[in-house]
């Protein structure tokens, strides 16, 4: 009898095949009648098939071959849309474009994006991500793949003082491999801090995962909260917001780890809203650790959402002096022990604006009527590229940070 074991799939029987849970999040059918193809089986437990009348080597190659022909199928459970799992034998490079894998910028903080998608819809999103999002595609990353390419930026920078930032456009806590990325990134010699990016709305509510996330190494949570009246939390959310269990996991990780608490200020909005987070964060705060509020600006993104007229820098930081003054608190400046930036070695740009290049198409873009392709060795964002396969001559329109768009 054959036995076959994934550690990131789940496994379901349904009447019109095998539904597959890859990551907990993104899911794709096997057609009942290709597996009876293979004969007999049986979904032992979640993560576990039984195929009694099969050898196994014979067993596993069938199989990758159904998992292979139907996984581009693949879509994210949450809101149905298509999904592509990037892997290292998939040819997809981790460099290049800003919707996931690796972005540098010439520090010693090094951005990981794991996974597109998230559990709310804020009204300000500068991505429009969320439930309710336009976007057409989204991105997971295996674990292991994002691992070691971050391993080979961490190389060529020549740091001791690597910060791993994971972030993107998505929530981090909806990445399945998130205890075993910051493990693996905890790992490593060059790397002193692990932060995240969280609405904190699913740690709030499973505390052995948050624990099991603290334990594998984070450092520092940047919290999204921006109200604290549960109405306005809601109304920013663009869905419900648990307020109260998001303030009690403010309180348990800062017992443990660096906390900033890092609302979005939306000018006549949620104004009224920061002194309110400003005191939260003071009465959480002990001798030991301080909960640090670092308020951030809403700026306009031509593909975000934009609920208000952004106000300019003086506006915003004349507002921070003002809460400043009145709550004792610093909001505009980081302590040197709590945030090391530091300018670093560059990683080579195989490609620079204005230069014309071919592109491998791969697969859609985020936004309609883009595509992503490869040209050597980074990703290359095609937006208005009518053509879905082959390749293309395109001239790169941005370069910067290793990020590429280019033009038909």
Known sequence: MATISFQDMAFTKEEKGLNVMLYKLYTFTIPEDELESMGSYAVEDAHTLNFPGMKQEKAERRFSQLIAKHIPDLRLAMNNVPARYIHQASGIPLMGTNYFGLVDRDTNIIELKPMTGCNLNCIYCSVDEGRRSSKVQNYIIEEEYLVEEFKKIVALKECDQIEAHIGGQADPSLYARLPELISDLQAIEEVKTISIDTNGVLLSGNRSYLDEILDAGLTRMNLSLNALDPEMAKRMAGTPYPVERVKALAAYVLSRIDLIIAPTLLPGVNEEEMPKIIEFAKSISTPKREAKVRIQNFLRYPHGRNPVKPKDFEWFFSRL?????????????????????????????????????QVELLMPGRRRGEMLGKARGRMVSLPGCRKLRGTVRARITRSKHNIFTAKV
């Open 321 to 357: 002096r003002q809460w400043e003054r009145q709550h004792e608190v610093k909001l505009t400046m980081m302590d040197d022990d709590s945030f090391v930036f530091l300018k670093t070695r560059k990683i080579p740009k195989p490609m620079k604006k204005d230069e014309v290049v």
